[in-house]
């Protein structure tokens, strides 16, 4: 199996001739792996840990024109676990959600210019959870001097991303959920959600507000027409409860017309209930798209090692559109029952759904020249010649130290900081 695999994905550089005069690189070659190169610092903590204005690698958007620039996504910032229930502790309350443009440079990634994401005023977004009514996700904000944070109704979670023909930028999140067009410079042009309450007044379906809180639509892509804007939610959501879908399987899938507003959803299957989810998704074709799913686990440490971190390739061709057209707060029931109740495959087979299909192109964790050493594998774009790229989630270089603040962010098998970096892997 393993050399079959191997035979169909080669995980080594790829040379390709740039069809561009403004490139000025012929041939490009990508290189098996990139890394951010020296990430200013946002801020040290009391007790000396830095955390760095890293935290691009929620996701990978390719420039069409250029095979050498990326745009990589931080999200909503550092942060970590508070000392209540649903409390977290923000490291930089007035930390602005960002796009980073890196150039690849000698196998290096070089930042060339920060997009800061805006309001449709030109005010800057952060990273606060929403006020209720406009995508509160239940979490209570503190800083690290214990003061309670007031909500937000700029707070974005940023997470999927994509680049458009016409330069704009459109991005998912983890809060409402959020879809949010900006402009090149990152002024918000419309803000989409089941609320009603971002600009241009249109809607997604009412069922994405029980989405699970920090695990809302974490992947976002285009259709190659770039017309219709396909959102993955990273975990079964809590539809209608988190008891009622302790054992639920089922994420969902929306389609998004960009011109007309009309959504379509498809049920898919993730692998088992231990995996994180989907962390991102990037389109082949009109109907055909590359998932990676992932455990929460550091690749090659010594002990509790991540045993999952995969790539599938879905087709939503032939399966059922979920939607309900009374748009009720639980979407469409079947036998009583909402889809993220039927729990698996035999449920929905059961209840006569065909989820999309789904086969697996790519192990991160077996198919790689090297280790791959880190624990988000978050961003996912398709490049020309079948070449995958994959963006990681560094977290600012820190994480939770257990004691409600930041600790360095080591990886076991590095013994290094968490850097973001992106793999280039050839898929056939």
Do not use: C
């Given at each position: 199996?393993?050399?079959?695999l191997?035979g169909?994905?080669?995980a080594s550089a790829?040379?390709l001739s740039?069809c561009?005069d403004?490139?000025?690189?012929?041939p490009?070659?990508?290189?098996?792996?990139?890394?951010?190169q020296n990430?200013a610092v946002?801020?040290?903590?009391?007790?000396g840990?830095?955390?760095?204005?890293?935290?691009f690698?929620?996701?990978?958007?390719?420039?069409?024109?250029h095979?050498?620039?990326f745009?990589l996504l931080?999200?909503r910032?550092?942060?970590?676990?508070?000392?209540?229930a649903?409390?977290?502790?923000?490291?930089k309350?007035?930390?602005?959600?960002?796009i980073?443009?890196?150039?690849?440079?000698d196998?290096?990634l070089?930042l060339?210019?920060?997009i800061?994401?805006?309001?449709a005023?030109?005010?800057?977004?952060?990273g606060?959870p929403n006020?209720a009514g406009?995508?509160?996700s239940g979490?209570?904000?503190?800083?690290l001097?214990?003061?309670k944070?007031?909500?937000s109704?700029d707070?974005i979670?940023s997470?999927?991303?994509?680049l458009a023909?016409?330069?704009?930028f459109?991005?998912s999140?983890?809060?409402?959920?959020?879809?949010?067009?900006?402009?090149?410079n990152?002024?918000?042009?419309e803000?989409i959600?089941p609320?009603g309450?971002g600009?241009?007044g249109r809607?997604?379906?009412?069922?994405?507000a029980?989405?699970?809180?920090?695990r809302?639509?974490?992947?976002?892509?285009?259709?190659?027409d770039g017309?219709?804007?396909?959102g993955?939610?990273?975990s079964?959501?809590?539809?209608?409860?988190?008891?009622?879908v302790?054992n639920?399987?089922?994420?969902r899938?929306l389609?998004?017309d960009i011109?007309s507003?009309a959504?379509k959803?498809?049920?898919?299957?993730?692998?088992?209930?231990t995996?994180?989810?989907?962390?991102?998704?990037t389109a082949?074709?009109?109907?055909?798209?590359?998932?990676?799913?992932?455990?929460?686990?550091?690749?090659?440490?010594?002990?509790?090692?991540?045993?999952?971190k995969?790539v599938?390739?879905?087709?939503?061709?032939n399966a059922t559109?979920?939607?309900?057209?009374?748009n009720?707060?639980?979407g469409?029931?079947?036998?009583?029952?909402?889809v993220?109740?039927l729990?698996?495959?035999a449920?929905l087979?059961?209840?006569g759904i065909?989820?999309?299909?789904?086969?697996?192109?790519?192990?991160l964790?077996?198919?790689?020249?090297?280790?791959?050493?880190?624990?988000?594998?978050?961003?996912?774009?398709?490049l020309?010649g079948?070449?995958?790229?994959i963006?990681n989630d560094?977290?600012?270089?820190?994480i939770?130290?257990?004691k409600n603040?930041f600790a360095?962010k080591?990886?076991p098998a590095?013994?290094?900081?968490?850097?973001?970096?992106?793999?280039?892997?050839k898929l056939?």
């Open positions: 199996m393993k050399k079959q191997l169909l994905i080669a790829v040379v740039s561009h403004d490139n000025k690189i012929s490009f070659s990508y290189p098996d792996m990139a890394e951010a990430p946002l801020f040290t903590t009391a007790g840990v830095k955390v760095y204005n890293g935290g690698g929620s996701a990978v958007a390719a420039d069409p024109n095979k050498d620039i745009y931080t999200d910032g550092s942060n970590v676990a508070g000392q209540t649903n409390s977290i502790i923000i490291g309350p007035d930390f602005d959600p960002q980073g443009k890196f150039r690849l440079i196998g290096k070089i060339e210019q920060t800061e994401l805006k309001n005023s030109g005010a800057k977004l952060n606060l006020p406009m995508g509160a979490e209570v904000p503190f800083d001097n214990g003061n944070l007031s909500a109704a707070g979670d997470e999927g991303l994509v023909a016409d330069g704009s459109w991005i999140d983890e809060y409402g959920p959020h879809i949010v067009h900006f402009d090149a990152g002024k918000t042009i803000r959600n609320y309450t600009t241009g809607k997604i379906p009412a069922v994405f029980t989405r699970r809180a920090n809302g639509m974490e992947g976002l892509a285009i259709t190659p017309k219709t804007l396909v993955m939610m990273q079964p959501m809590y539809n209608p409860s988190k008891a009622k302790a639920s399987t089922i994420l899938i389609t998004f011109a507003g959504t959803q498809y049920a898919y299957v993730m692998d088992n209930i995996l994180t989810g989907v962390s991102d998704i082949v074709n009109a109907t055909t798209f590359l998932t990676i799913e992932r455990d929460g686990n550091f690749g090659g440490a010594p002990t509790n090692p991540a045993t999952f995969k599938f390739k879905i087709d939503i061709s559109d979920i939607s309900d057209a009374a009720s707060d639980n469409k029931l079947y036998g009583g029952k909402t993220e109740e729990n698996d495959a449920g087979q059961t209840a065909t989820p999309v299909s789904k086969t697996q192109v790519l192990d964790l077996k198919d790689l020249p090297t280790i791959y050493p880190h624990d988000k594998a978050e961003g996912l774009a398709l020309p079948n070449v995958l790229a963006s560094d977290d600012f270089g820190v939770d130290d257990g603040g360095a080591i990886l590095t013994n290094s900081v968490d850097r973001n970096r992106i793999y280039f892997v056939k």
